[in-house]
């Protein structure tokens, strides 16, 4: 096992999704391990299919990575399943939480609950709660694995399975469920009686945090349930995919101390 830098480029990344649509999530991630261990790690939102993930790479792997990005905003049953998942498969999990400093200036420029005050407010609180601290989990890998689908929501339709992340350094993501449905998910954890999120139970389809989660209706799209109050705003928090802030970037970057690199248009704007 090599701790080398292991790269990919598009072209290479595009070969492999080709050579990989039609394999199975154990097979993508057999060799996903193989060629990436211990530089990639598994992105660990405590949703269905990040624990079916689990399963099956610590069934190939059994010292398989596993993060965590707590936001400081997480359900009681998202760390009771994280309980739970360190004693069924062993697992010390690489938790990483927004900057102290970050979340005090926020809170004491906007308020605790100013996420339903404006979509750029609820996107700089996922900026600081979960895109900064995705950005250190990522800092030192080659690649990392996610439970994304393409039949969540519109904006991942296109997922393929092995892609280059421009927007994390150019590492290589792995979907191994990118073609699975919903109903292959659940199969999986039942037979495989691999633990879940208890707020499933609860009518709770698709789990973000705590404020900006709510269960859903039986015929309504699982995604519908967060941030349920936002019209015509991505369902989006940034991890995945860069969203507009709506002119808020300058008070991110004061927030996030990078007021420095504030560009010379925003200076000459501001004279
Ligand atoms: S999901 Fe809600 S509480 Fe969590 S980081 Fe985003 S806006 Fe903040």
Not at 190 to 218: F, W
């Amino acid at each position: 096992m090599s701790e080398s830098k292991v790269e990919l480029d598009d072209y290479q990344a595009s070969e492999y999704a080709v050579e990989f649509e039609d394999k199975s999530p154990q097979e993508v991630l057999e060799w996903a391990l193989d060629k990436f261990h211990p530089k990639i790690s598994i992105a660990c939102s405590l949703q269905a299919p990040d624990v079916t993930i689990m399963d099956m790479a610590r069934k190939i792997n059994p010292d398989a990575r596993v993060f965590v990005v707590d936001t400081g905003r997480l359900h009681e049953e998202d760390h009771d399943l994280m309980s739970e998942l360190e004693e069924k498969y062993g697992i010390n999990f690489e938790v990483y939480s927004p900057e102290p400093e970050h979340v005090h200036d926020m809170v004491k420029k906007y308020g605790i609950n100013s996420i339903y005050d404006s979509v750029a407010l609820r996107f700089l609180c996922c900026q600081i709660r979960k895109v900064v601290p995705l950005m250190k989990s990522l800092k030192d890998l080659d690649a990392w694995i996610t439970g994304l689908r393409r039949g969540q929501w519109a904006s991942r339709y296109n997922l393929k399975k092995i892609e280059i992340d421009h927007e994390h350094q150019g590492i290589v993501k792995i979907n191994p469920l990118a073609d699975w449905t919903w109903d292959q998910v659940w199969d999986y954890i039942k037979e495989n009686e691999v633990p879940y999120n208890k707020l499933y139970d609860k009518g709770y389809k698709s789990i973000g945090c705590m404020p900006c989660t709510r269960p859903v209706e039986e015929d309504e799209n699982p995604r519908a349930g967060r941030w349920w109050w936002e019209e015509k705003a991505p369902k989006e928090c940034g991890m995945h995919c860069s969203v507009e802030f709506g002119g808020f970037e300058k008070y991110e970057r004061a927030i996030l101390g990078q007021e420095e690199e504030k560009s010379e248009k925003e200076k000459s704007e501001e004279d």
